[in-house]
């Protein structure tokens, strides 16, 4: 685990007027998956190639468990972080098996060692272990990815740098591959720096976002703050924070029964209902009752009936975030946010 | 016809020493002009491909060397070279460079820029990228290059025999000289054949050394 602070870190490119990214500062807590989130311009890309130094940042520091990532060479430093790309960058005259041991390779591990290695990884990522012997181009776009997100994580990295890594895959490939993403950070706890502009995808993985414009932070935090208080116009605009679905979409149904009054468990619940699991969002929810066209559905946990969720559980729950957001901003728990010019 | 290849063959029967001389000879030339051109162009097509801006103008002067008629690269060398088989190679090297120089720089710049990227950002240093990753993703254009400027060289090498540099353009000259068509056969055809070869084989290095690309549609 592995904590990456920035200290007004900016990269000038010599050719352009403005930095790219402006003196921006940030800390990121090991094990968090930070999402840095942005439209196409807005320095995050740049910001990301910084902390593995494939842009030498122009000024600033960053630190990287206390240490001056610009003391290290920069070779030792990259095989420790691990990176994944869109475009996959894997390489297409290696196979499988060969581009993830690349780096293993290069930190000189044993043979059997980085053998043993890539099974696990072909595992984890889910990938059957008779794709080792495979060239890049007779995989799909997903496995491409997968194999990607094994190779960033061969050498067992404590940080992950990702690239808009699923951005290039389709919706259902994607939503995959996000879930899988989350279920090996649940196993690894890796630091991970994951840059998208693709706001549900923010949403559905970050710890913490990173809402980036013209080089600077707009604003720094978790899903649900960004959503309920948007820092300033930009953030609201892009994260559309004034949809209630997609603020629903952060809630589960576990919170709406907390606060709503308890319903008593409805005798006699009908079977054919749909019924909603606690972790189950509120958008999911609501989708499943308009759908049933009740009321109220029960909510199941471990086969047992623990409450009805009604309509007016979602009414409950729901003023209080609109209500965050029509509130004057010191209602509002904005950390790291960039000063309102 | 048949009459003209039977009487061609009594005459190789005749010379077969001095045939495979010469036969030697013409391989050894064209070798040591593309093994030359290799050794040049290989450093300098990589360090053209890492400055693209510079390179354009040294890619444009090979690139005209190519617009100059073999002969006339042969003629043009005579009065500061002399005669032999050493002008013969220059001239022969100077023919096999435009191919392979910009196949070695169009090799490496072809390399997709996003698996650059990742070398780089797996930890390689700047060998390890060019030889594990630049080098062998240009090979098969490297070979393409190679590929053209043997069938090149090959055929052209027969006219070294013009400046006494030897090789099996001295039955083409002789038979020439001579009006006997069946001498020149007897270097005309084994040109052929010889480049020939030299294509198949380089073709089959060329699938070889592309193992990603079979079974692609290109």
Known sequence: ????????????????????????????????????????????????????RLYEPTGGTLLIDGVDARSLPVTQLRRRIGYAIQQTGLFPHLRVEQNIAVVPQLLGWARPRIEARTNELLDLVGLPCDFRGRYPHQLSGGQQQRVGLARALAADPAIMLMDEPFGALDAITRSRLQDELLGIQRKLHKTILFVTHD??????????IIVMNDGRIAQFDTPLAILTCPSNRFVEQLTGANDVLRRLSLLTVAAALGHGRRSAA??????????????????????????????SLPVIDDGREVGQLTLADLRAILPQTIAAVGASQDGCNVAGAAPQT | MFELFRTSYAYYLANQDRFWMELGRHVVLSGSALAISLIVCIPLGIWAARHPASAQYVINAVGALRLIPSLAILFLALPYLGTGFGPALIALTILALPPVLINVYAGILGVERAVVEAAQAMGMTARQQLLQIELPLALPAII?????????????ATLAAFIGGGGLGIFVTRGFALFEPRIMLVGAIPV????????????????????????RAS
């Open chain 2, 144 to 156: 393409a290059g190679v590929r053209t400027a043997t069938v090149e060289v090959v055929s052209s």
């Open chain 1, 266 to 295: 409805a005798a006699g619940a009908v079977a054919d209902l749909p019924p909603l699991r606690p972790q189950d969002d509120l958008r999911f929810a609501l989708t499943q009752l308009l759908g049933a066209g009740e009321s």
């Open chain 1, 199 to 208: 706001i549900e995808e923010a949403l559905r993985l970050a710890d913490r």
């Open chain 1, 1 to 52: 685990m592995s904590m990456i602070i920035a200290e007004s870190l900016t990269k000038q490119f010599s050719r352009e007027s403005r930095p790219a990214v402006d003196a921006v500062s940030f800390t990121v807590e090991p094990g968090e998956l930070i999402v840095l989130l942005g439209p196409s311009g807005c320095g995050k890309t740049t910001l990301l190639k910084m902390i593995n």
């Open chain 2, 192 to 215: 052929a054949v010889l480049a020939l070869i030299c294509e198949l084989i380089l073709g089959l290095l060329e699938r070889w050394a592309s193992p990603h690309r079979q079974g």
